[in-house]
């Protein structure tokens, strides 16, 4: 378990080091521009017969000087111990495990109808009871028709990442288990605008027909593993919490259709232990 432990943290350091930005890269730093992605998406949801005008973007913020950054692993000092047993039964326990969630909920806010998801899934156990993994998901969100977004946003996509802690209530060899959870999210929401955009970015005229923005959030619940075997075990659970976006886009929009918001959601997975 010792490796699962280094992958996580240095999974960690690696959102740490990225600037939490997952999927779609962080967005530059600008100065001087005013646009919203409220304005984005009402100048996208315009027609050919209306008038567009030119939002200002701001200029990009030259990079500094950049540096070279070591990371040295240290030689863990931790080894594995023997499998437990516990009255005579070897503990089902005992090593990593993979998996396929998929499930739906729904987001808070004017702006979203709900989402579904799919992913994969990757955890081990730190003891009979404790479990952690590492999830990669893939979101559908439904931006509400009668909202801004709905109406100058299209094609809407998240990719995100997540790790996550359980705990057991019950042990390793019964046919149902019962655990609370908790987790960190990051994500990247992406989309197409309706129509492309013109802006003024860095002093020049330029056209996007895309943007993303980064979020994070925490969340919380309770599951069930309705079949509970040595290798194999399946389940849901119910979660929920909140997400907070960033405060610009990545082409330089002042973020103020996504506020923080909260969400519920329910997953299914399907496991193999090792």
């Not at 999927?23 to 949801?45: K, N």
């Not at 806010?109 to 479990?131: K, N, V």
């Not at 009668?146 to 990442?161: N, P």
Request: proline fraction near 4%; charge should be negative.
């Amino acid at each position: 378990m010792a490796a699962m432990f280094r992958l996580i943290a240095l999974f960690l350091l690696a959102i740490a080091a990225s600037g939490c930005a997952i999927f779609g890269g962080s967005p530059p730093e600008r100065y001087g521009g005013g646009a919203t992605l409220t304005q984005a998406a009402q100048e996208a949801a315009k027609d050919s017969t209306e008038k567009h005008k030119r939002l200002d973007v701001g200029h990009e913020v030259p990079p500094e000087g950049s540096g070279t950054v070591v990371v040295v692993e240290g030689t863990s000092q931790l080894s594995e111990s023997p499998s437990e047993e516990t009255g005579g039964h070897i503990n089902d326990h005992s090593g990593l495990v993979v998996g396929a969630l998929a499930g739906g909920g729904s987001l808070g806010g004017q702006e979203f109808e709900g989402f579904g998801f799919g992913g994969l899934d990757i955890g081990g156990f730190a003891s009979d009871r404790w479990r952690f993994d590492i999830g990669l998901l893939v979101l559908s969100p439904n931006l509400s028709a009668t909202s801004v977004a709905g109406q100058g946003l299209k094609d809407e996509l998240e990719l995100a990442a997540e790790v996550s802690v359980r705990y057991y209530l019950t042990p390793a060899y019964t046919f149902l288990g019962v655990y609370p959870l908790a987790g960190f999210r990051w994500g990247t929401l992406f989309w197409d605008y309706v129509t492309p955009i013109d802006v003024i970015a860095d002093g020049a005229p330029k056209t996007i027909s895309s943007d993303h923005l980064d979020y994070f959030g925490f969340y919380g619940g309770l599951g069930v593993s309705l079949v509970q075997v040595r290798h194999f075990s399946t389940g849901f659970n119910l979660t929920g919490g909140f997400r907070t976006y960033g405060d610009t886009t990545f082409e330089g929009f002042h973020n103020t259709l996504f506020p923080t918001t909260g969400y519920m959601q329910l997953g299914f997975e399907m496991v193999y232990k090792f």
